[in-house]
Antibody
Framework: VQLQESGPRLVKPSDSLTLKCTVS?????????WGWIRQPPGKGLEWIGS???????YYNPSLESRVTISVDSPNTEFSLTLSSVTAADTAVYYC?????????????WGQGILVTVSS | IVLTQSPGTLSLSPGERATLSCRAS???????LAWYQQRRGQAPRLLIY???TRTSATPDRFSGSGSGTDFTLTISRLEPEDFAVYYC??????????FGQGTKVEMK
């Protein structure tokens, strides 16, 4: 299973950021959940949100008003849209898949994409 | 729910035992508590889920325990590749996916 993030590496303040995660060698339906996580330079991990096999999405309350996670193409892609970005949104953005069932999980991650918010 | 990890940094030597703590601001189902390892420059890696279940790729020197609001990750004998940052996370649909702030295990 491979995951690959794609999208802009430089975004202007107040614009929207859309990142895509392309998933290879497994159907999206196999996941316990798919998620987006970010990491500002030199800081810890921040959960952005997750979309479950049920189709339901859950978001970090601190970002919820600006975030949408959706499945874009059956079995191949899911995406993240973050609106009204500021410099505080500069981070490495990871997509991740937690596959299996609650009793047996395994994880797969993209390599991360550094997104810089700057004019 | 806020997850608070301690200590912030743990300075140990190879072969020593590491004990990392994760405390939740309210009770967490142990079915949905995970531990991740992040080595420098790499994506995180799931080590433990359901509080105490190792993934198939996790060496058995790693163990997780706890319930309610207090969870622990123990590394019985540190190997050189274990020096990294460790995060706890609550997961599972409506439970969200918040991480703790991380504990760095550094070589003494």
């Amino acid at each position: 299973v491979q995951l690959q993030e794609s999208g802009p590496r430089l975004v202007k303040p107040s614009d929207s950021l859309t990142l895509k995660c392309t998933v290879s060698d497994t159907p999206l339906s196999r996941a316990f959940y798919w998620g987006w996580i970010r990491q500002p330079p030199g800081k810890g991990l921040e959960w952005i949100g997750s979309i479950y096999h049920s189709g339901n999405s859950y978001y970090n309350p601190s970002l919820e008003s600006r975030v949408t996670i959706s499945v874009d193409s059956p079995n191949t892609e899911f995406s993240l849209t973050l609106s009204s970005v500021t410099a505080a949104d500069t981070a490495v953005y990871y997509c991740a898949g937690i596959l299996g069932t609650a009793a047996h999980l395994e994880d797969f991650w993209g390599q991360g994409i550094l997104v810089t918010v700057s004019s | 729910i806020v997850l608070t990890q301690s200590p912030g940094t743990l300075s140990l030597s190879p072969g020593e035992r590491a004990t990392l703590s994760c405390r939740a601001s309210q009770s967490v189902s142990s079915d949905y508590l995970a531990w991740y390892q992040q080595r420098r420059g790499q994506a995180p890696r799931l080590l433990i889920y359901a509080a105490s279940t190792r993934t198939s790729a996790t060496p058995d020197r790693f163990s997780g325990s706890g319930s309610g609001t207090d969870f622990t990750l123990t590394i019985s004998r540190l190997e050189p590749e274990d020096f990294a940052v460790y995060y706890c996370q609550q997961y599972g649909s409506s439970k969200g996916g918040m991480f703790g702030q991380g504990t760095k295990v550094e070589m003494k």
